[in-house]
């Protein structure tokens, strides 16, 4: 609670509080935690919550959660629109039990659209539309509004007589409002606001976004989104190419905590989302330190790490996010910064040299002639036939050593890992390498 908030409640108990909330610009979804917070403080004052309110909209989801928590709000709620409430303000105005409007004011216009500064904006399909007329519709039946009206907000092709036509959404100005009883009161301004409320005497406190929101809506835009995982993925592979733990892997740590900070605080990553990512986290660590190669395992473990992700930038139920599309923009995101990172990942590789953990799957140095290793082709014993068997000394990823009748041979396996102390067979040779795979004999019932 603000330091105001407390100065406040500490005075005339007798004396109303108003708590107000800017509802203004694009409505994002770091509102929905700043209102839902702030109703829970007016519900320990027993308050009054006034959204003070001046926007062209913002995101569907953020205004369905912002919707659910005014709804079933356990204080009085009260929209004051100055002078404008559309698309989405229009669905959080509805939600008040009052409404109040300034003079020139307007409420509407609430067709969802996609597209962005690329594309140009347009109405979204059938399944959106569908969802937003039941959501103004199901919201005006709550507060004892028309239905028909609000529906018609969304849908150009409601007709209500005497109110819209058919082809155009509808918009109401002042007037309208108050004639269609959307909205219940006309004032100029908060103070002429509260006197009709029999709240004059009422002490307003302004809310403010706490440092936790502050962050979250920073870190919840898709563009930081994006750059927080592609920063966080590449310094923890980053991590990968030196030995230890450095600089590299504990600012990767710290981008993807703000990512899940961030959507935890927006309400959108709960405690599923964020144990499936640490799980799928786990799992790939399982595949790169204990268990050989990398194959079901790891792949179970990178799916189940993006499919946290995915699941933490989706506000609403899966298949209405599913319908809606934000599955698809989530996708977007993490694919932009799957992208990223493949693209830094590449320039790791040739840039840097493979140490640390690395070193399991890359050769670090050469085996020269100066340092006693040699190839068959120079072997004075020449090649030994197709089926000889022989015993692993090392593993085989798929190169390394095997004791074939007493003498150690470098060899390579035809298929994947071969573990140390398997036996094997010769079924080829290449360049003076003996291609070697699993053999179920022992090896002192074969030729070694």
Request: one cysteine or more; proline letters at 4%; charged letters at 20%.
């Amino acid at each position: 609670m603000c330091a105001a908030a407390s100065a406040a409640t500490r005075g005339d108990e007798n004396q109303t509080v108003i708590y107000r909330i800017p509802i203004d610009g694009v409505i994002d979804l770091g509102l929905a935690p700043f209102v839902s917070r702030v109703v829970v403080e007016a519900e320990r004052d027993d308050a009054v919550v006034l959204l003070d309110i001046n926007t062209f909209g913002g995101r569907v989801d953020a205004a369905v959660l912002i919707r659910d928590t005014l709804v079933d709000a356990p204080v009085k709620t009260v929209a004051f629109i100055h002078p404008r409430a559309i698309s989405a303000g229009a669905l959080i105005s509805l939600a008040c039990e009052t409404i109040a409007i300034t003079p020139g004011g307007t409420i509407g216009a609430a067709t969802p659209i996609t597209g962005g500064a690329a594309e140009e904006p347009e109405a979204a399909d059938e399944k959106m539309m569908s969802y937003m007329r039941t959501e103004m519709r199901a919201t005006a039946e709550r507060r004892g509004r028309n239905p028909d009206i609000a529906e018609a907000m969304v849908d150009p092709d409601k007709v209500v007589d005497g109110i819209s036509e058919k082809g155009k959404v509808l918009t109401l100005t002042t007037e309208e409002a108050i004639k269609t009883k959307i909205a219940d009161h006309v004032v100029d301004d908060v103070d002429a606001l509260l006197e009709t409320l029999g709240l004059g005497e009422a002490r307003v406190i302004d809310a403010r976004l706490n440092w936790a929101e502050t962050i979250a809506r920073a870190v919840s835009n898709p563009m930081v989104t994006s750059l927080l995982l592609s920063l966080g993925m590449l310094g923890v592979m980053l991590e990968l190419y030196q030995p230890g733990w450095g600089l590299p892997g504990t600012l990767g740590v710290i981008c993807l905590g703000l990512f899940f900070f961030g959507h935890n605080v927006v309400q959108l990553a709960g405690f599923e989302e964020i144990l499936l990512f640490v799980l799928g986290l786990g799992l790939i660590a399982l595949e790169l330190l204990v268990i050989p190669g990398f194959g079901f395992v790891g792949i179970l473990g990178g799916v189940l790490a993006l499919a946290g992700i995915v699941m933490s930038m989706i506000g609403l139920d899966f298949q209405v996010s599913w319908e809606l599309g934000f599955v698809h923009d989530a996708v977007s995101v993490v694919s932009l910064a799957i992208l990223i990172t493949a693209a830094g990942g590449v320039l790791i590789v040739k840039l840097l040299p493979g140490t640390g953990l690395t070193k399991r799957f890359v050769l670090g140095h050469s085996l020269g002639t100066e340092a006693g290793f040699h190839s068959h082709e120079t072997d004075s014993e020449g090649t030994l036939p197709v089926g000889t068997l022989g015993e692993v000394l090392s593993d085989l990823r798929p190169a390394g050593i095997a004791r074939f009748e007493g003498r150690r041979r470098d060899v390579v396996s035809e298929g994947g890992y071969i573990d140390v102390g398997s036996t094997v067979a010769i079924t080829a040779w290449r360049g003076g390498t003996a291609v070697v795979k699993k053999a179920h004999r022992a090896v002192d019932e074969g030729k070694a």
